[in-house]
T-cell receptor, first 110, second 114 residues
Framework: QKEVEQDPGPLSVPEGAIVSLNCTYSNSAFQYFMWYRQYSRKGPELLMYTYSSGNKEDGRFTAQVDKSSKYISLFIRDSQPSDSATYLCALLSGNTPLVFGKGTRLSVIA | KAGVTQTPRYLIKTRGQQVTLSCSPISGHRSVSWYQQTPGQGLQFLFEYFSETQRNKGNFPGRFSGRQFSNSRSEMNVSTLELGDSALYLC?????????????FGSGTRLTVV
């Protein structure tokens, strides 16, 4: 079983839709949870960061962590064509390096 | 604040050659990590340096090496290049090994081995 599982998509939605992106993980030692957005030919950009179970909201983005289920989500409200990118979950524990999911490619169609 | 700067942006090398990639972290960041990104494997961790010391190393052959200088700038070297080394190499910096503010990535170096 991989440490972090993420559906690669692609996911295609109409503009204005609510998007749900998810990752599951197997190592209960993970304590820090991040979502990165990566546009083509660019490096990943940190979108959301949380270190506890529950929800964290930032504008149109909400990150959700459920440690008991080892499940993390990113919700995008009122999606825009500019949100079209690859979204990567990334997890951190103790003194170990950041572990990434494979990424989900999202297309928002105008 | 300037972001993470990676040079060069693009590189084409021949099998068997060696290559050195450079990364300048955000000012004040002492932690630098390197990742290899390919379509099939995603982002895979290479190594992490903190204050010139290697803190972690990923599962890559010894042909991949790195170092960090006293000004926190980092280089990675790949010797005896193979076709499979073609990838986007990403550098990320952090002031706290990612525990509080996460990591900031550069735009990467696209390496093509022919």
């Amino acid at each position: 079983q991989k440490e972090v599982e993420q559906d690669p998509g692609p996911l295609s939605v109409p503009e204005g839709a609510i998007v749900s992106l998810n990752c599951t993980y197997s190592n209960s030692a993970f304590q820090y949870f991040m979502w990165y957005r990566q546009y083509s030919r660019k490096g990943p950009e940190l979108l959301m960061y949380t270190y506890s179970s529950g929800n964290k909201e930032d504008g149109r983005f909400t990150a959700q962590v459920d440690k008991s289920s080892k499940y993390i989500s990113l919700f995008i409200r009122d999606s825009q064509p500019s949100d079209s990118a690859t979204y990567l979950c990334a997890l951190l524990s103790g003194n170990t390096p950041l572990v990434f999911g494979k990424g989900t490619r999202l297309s928002v169609i105008a | 604040k300037a972001g993470v700067t990676q040079t060069p942006r693009y590189l084409i090398k021949t099998r068997g050659q060696q290559v050195t990639l450079s990364c300048s972290p955000i000012s004040g960041h002492r932690s630098v990590s390197w990742y290899q990104q390919t379509p099939g494997q995603g982002l895979q961790f290479l190594f992490e340096y903190f204050s010139e010391t290697q803190r972690n190393k990923g599962n890559f052959p010894g042909r991949f090496s790195g170092r960090q200088f006293s000004n926190s700038r980092s280089e990675m070297n790949v010797s005896t290049l193979e076709l499979g080394d073609s990838a986007l190499y990403l550098c990320a910096s952090s002031e706290d090994q990612g525990r509080i503010y996460g990591y900031t990535f550069g735009s990467g170096t696209r390496l093509t081995v022919v």
